[in-house]
């Protein structure tokens, strides 16, 4: 959900496979809080936490996962941030196919881990019957799924937009030519945002914002039991979360420059500045 600036191609140097394990690793471990607490608030039928417990778990895990990572790989935990920065040309595509690989590895066995922690209770919820849709659906527990009650065109502009503010944020966070958050508090403060995200442009389609949060798990779930229909549910919901997110971040970028980053000064007027005011004062 985050990404720095060390991500650019004069960023430090490290290898394909450091920064594929890093990934895999901070990506487990920020899955794995975020599905296991809808897990926890699925099966427990509501007596074992809300929707408020999912926002605050996915929150809490992209700040543990920047943490994790954000030395090695600048902290890429988002699919469409890390597209965007190759299209931008932030990065080369030795990075870009490292960093999707990661990602997508991560979320695919963190998605097999929280199976096999809640394997038990995901049969007796069920009765062993794994469904997509019904009264006691278990394939939202690991991938998105619009609500019923909204249309295809609807859902695919929440995650638009929701990944542009997503996006909007990061970058109003880390941007030292502008009002830039202190380096030490970034991770908390993009946690804070994915959960305001949550809490405010969830309840369409449950806020992916992410292919690599949302892909690998649906993949996962094909073939742990659920089957095809989880491509095909939501009419053909699958590809919005992939899509939507891509075109969100880039969109979210081109309004940033636009009224925001063109607007500022720049690094070498800013690092300049102090010496323009000693030569003033004097």
């Known amino acids: 959900y985050y ?3 060390k991500s650019s191609k004069e960023a430090q140097p ?6 594929l394990l890093t990934l895999l690793s901070l990506f487990l471990f920020t899955q794995v809080f975020g599905l296991s607490s809808v897990a926890q608030v699925v099966l427990g039928k509501g007596t074992t936490g809300h929707y408020l417990s999912i926002n605050l778990a996915f929150g809490i895990g992209v700040t543990l996962g920047i943490h994790a990572s954000g030395g090695v790989s600048g902290g890429h935990l988002n699919a469409a941030i890390t597209v965007m920065e190759w299209i931008l040309g932030r990065l080369d595509w030795r990075q870009l196919i490292a960093y999707l690989t990661g990602q997508f590895l991560g979320s695919f066995m963190a998605a097999a881990t929280v199976f096999g922690l809640y394997y038990d209770n995901l049969y007796d919820y069920s009765n062993g019957n794994f469904t997509v849709t019904g009264p006691t659906a278990t394939a939202l527990i690991f991938s998105t799924y619009p609500s019923p ?3 295809l065109l609807g ?3 929440t995650e638009f937009m929701a990944t542009v503010m997503l996006v909007l944020g990061v970058q109003v966070i880390h941007d030292e030519k502008n009002n830039a958050a202190l380096k030490g508090t ?3 403060i993009t946690g804070f945002l994915v959960l ?4 405010g442009m969830g309840m369409n389609t449950g806020y992916a914002i992410n292919p690599s949060r949302d892909l690998p798990p649906r993949i996962f779930t094909a073939i742990a039991g ?4 989880v491509f095909t549910a939501g009419k053909h919901w699958w590809w919005v979360p992939v899509t939507a997110p891509i075109l969100g971040c880039l969109t979210g970028t081109l309004i940033y420059k636009l009224l925001i980053d063109f607007h500022n000064e720049s690094e070498e007027e800013i690092e300049n500045k102090p010496e323009r005011t000693d030569l003033e004062t004097s």
Not at 14 to 19: G, K, N, P, R, S
């Open 3 to 5: 990404y720095s600036r």
């Open 14 to 19: 490290t290898t394909a496979t450091t920064i």
């Open 149 to 151: 009650k909204i249309s």
């Open 155 to 157: 859902a695919f502009f």
């Open 186 to 188: 970034r991770p908390l």
């Open 196 to 199: 305001g995200i949550g809490l």
């Open 226 to 229: 659920w089957g095809t229909e």
